[in-house]
C-alpha cells in the first residue's frame, strides 16, 4: 500500500509519497528536471551497503553526486562549503534539484544548502531513518551545528517532495530506531491519547518492524506534524507543541556535547518527555496529570527508551545545575522566560511561560532516581 497525500507547509505545497517500494514514483518525478541539473547528496552508508539498496540506488551514478557521512559531525560549515564548491563546479543552474537521501544530518545539510545555493534551489527528500521519516524531514527545518550547539544556523525552506520507502528502515540499528519512534510517542502524548494507546498495544508489531504498522505510525506522524506547522511555520505559537520535552532533552544533550555516541536525541527526547511529565503534574497534580507520568515510564519502557540516566549505561551523568543553567541558554528563550509545554492530560497539551526553576529542578530530579 502506498500512502500519497499533499502537505501544505507556509506557502508551499508539496507531495508525501509513502510506502513499500516506491522508487518508480521517485524516478518519475526526477525526471521532470534537467538530467544534467540535478545533483545528489547521499549518506555514505549507501556507498557500502548491501541488498536492494545498491540495486534501487543505483539510479544515482546516472547523476552528478556526492557521498557525506551521516553522523552528527557533518552538520558543519565546512560541509555546507564543499557542496556549495561542487554545486558550482559542476554549475548546477537555479533551476536544477538537489536530493537528499540520508537520515536526519543529511537531511538538515542539503536542505539548508539548497536554500542558500543561488538563492534558493528546489530539493527533495529522501528519508531512511524512523527520524527523518516521522520528524525531522516535514516542517521546513533546516540547520547546521556551529561553537558546539545544534542548529545554531539555520532556516526554513520546504522541499519539492518527500519520498518515504519503509524498506530503509530494515538497515536500521536497534538504538537509531527507537530513537526516531520516540518522536512518534511524544506527538501523542500532546495531541491524540486514541493514538498513545495504541502505541501501548502495537509495540510487539513495532519490534518486529512490521511494515502495515509502521506506515500507520509515519502517515498519522506526518499528517499530526502538518496540522503543527502548516498555520505555524516559524515556530510563534501552536509548532511550538511539538516541542513537548525537547528544551530538557536539549538541555541534557548539550552535556554530552555533539558527536557522543553516549545519548542519542532520540534517546534525550525521551529524557526530555519523562521530565516534561513529571513537571505536568507538578504543576496540576490531578489524577490525569499523575496518568500521565504513570504512561509515560510504561510506554517508554515498551519501546526500550531510557527514562532514567541510569538506564544511558554511563558514569557521567550531569549536574541539575548544569542542567538548569543549559536551559537557560536554550535558543528558543524568550526575554520573559522559557516557554514549556505542558500536558494538562494525555493529547491535552499547552504553552505555559515559568520563571521558578524550583519546579524545573523537581521535575529533573525524576531522572536521578
Given at each position: 500500500m502506498v500512502h500519497s497525500f499533499e502537505a501544505k507547509v507556509g506557502i508551499d505545497k508539496f507531495p508525501i509519497i509513502i510506502?513499500?517500494?516506491?522508487?518508480?514514483?521517485?524516478?518519475?518525478?526526477?525526471?521532470?528536471?534537467?538530467?544534467?541539473?540535478?545533483?545528489?547528496?547521499?549518506?555514505?552508508?549507501?556507498?557500502?551497503?548491501?541488498?536492494?539498496?545498491?540495486q534501487e540506488l543505483s539510479f544515482?551514478?546516472?547523476?552528478?553526486h556526492v557521498f557525506i557521512n551521516g553522523g552528527v559531525e557533518s552538520k558543519t560549515l565546512p560541509n555546507f562549503e564543499k557542496i556549495i564548491k561542487i554545486l558550482s563546479q559542476n554549475n548546477i543552474a537555479r533551476d536544477g534539484l538537489l536530493i537528499s537521501i540520508g537520515g536526519g544530518v543529511i537531511g538538515d545539510l542539503c536542505a539548508f544548502t539548497a536554500s542558500c545555493y543561488q538563492r534558493g534551489i528546489d530539493f527533495i527528500h529522501i528519508p531512511t531513518t524512523t527520524t527523518a521519516m516521522i520528524d525531522s524531514s516535514i516542517g521546513g527545518k533546516t540547520g547546521l551545528n556551529f561553537l558546539e550547539q545544534v542548529n545554531l544556523i539555520g532556516s526554513y525552506y520546504n522541499p519539492?517532495?518527500?519520498?518515504?520507502?519503509?524498506?530503509?528502515?530494515?538497515?536500521?540499528?536497534?538504538?537509531?530506531?527507537?530513537?526516531g519512534i520516540c518522536e512518534a510517542i511524544k506527538m501523542s502524548i500532546t495531541s491524540d491519547s486514541n493514538m498513545f494507546n495504541r502505541y501501548?498495544?502495537?509495540?510487539?508489531?513495532?519490534?518486529?518492524?512490521?511494515?502495515?504498522?509502521?506506515?500507520?505510525?509515519?502517515?498519522w506522524s506526518s499528517i499530526t506534524k502538518l496540522k503543527h506547522v502548516t498555520s505555524d511555520f516559524k515556530e510563534k505559537s501552536t509548532r511550538l507543541i511539538l516541542n513537548y520535552g525537547h528544551t530538557f532533552g536539549q538541555a541534557i544533550e548539550t552535556h554530552y556535547g555533539l558527536y557522543q555516541e553516549k545519548l542519542k536525541?532520540?534517546?534525550?527526547?525521551?529524557?526530555?518527555?519523562?521530565v516534561a511529565a513529571k513537571l505536568s503534574d507538578l504543576l496540576f497534580n490531578t489524577t490525569n496529570s499523575k496518568n500521565i507520568w504513570e504512561k509515560t515510564n510504561e510506554i517508554l519502557l515498551k519501546y526500550n527508551l531510557p527514562n532514567?540516566?541510569?538506564?544511558?549505561?554511563?558514569?557521567?551523568?550531569?549536574?541539575?545545575?548544569?542542567l538548569i543553567k543549559n536551559i537557560i541558554n536554550d535558543k528558543?528563550?524568550?526575554?520573559?522566560?522559557?516557554?514549556?509545554?505542558?500536558?494538562?492530560?494525555i493529547g491535552k497539551a499547552?504553552?505555559?511561560?515559568?520563571k521558578n526553576d524550583e519546579y524545573i529542578i523537581k521535575a529533573f530530579n525524576c531522572l536521578y532516581e
Open positions: 510506502g513499500h517500494g516506491i522508487f518508480n514514483e521517485l524516478i518519475s518525478f526526477i525526471k521532470t528536471y534537467n538530467k544534467e541539473n540535478i545533483f545528489i547528496i547521499c549518506d555514505s552508508y549507501f556507498k557500502k551497503s548491501k541488498g536492494f539498496h545498491n544515482f551514478n546516472e547523476y552528478n519539492k517532495a518527500i519520498f518515504m520507502d519503509l524498506r530503509f528502515l530494515d538497515s536500521l540499528e536497534k538504538r537509531d530506531y527507537y530513537s501501548l498495544e502495537v509495540n510487539n508489531l513495532v519490534h518486529r518492524k512490521d511494515k502495515t504498522i509502521l506506515e500507520e505510525i509515519i502517515y536525541h532520540g534517546e534525550a527526547v525521551a529524557l526530555g518527555i519523562t532514567k540516566f541510569k538506564k544511558l549505561g554511563t558514569k557521567d551523568i550531569p549536574e541539575t545545575s548544569q528558543k528563550r524568550i526575554s520573559n522566560g522559557n516557554r514549556y509545554i505542558i500536558c494538562e492530560s499547552d504553552i505555559h511561560l515559568i
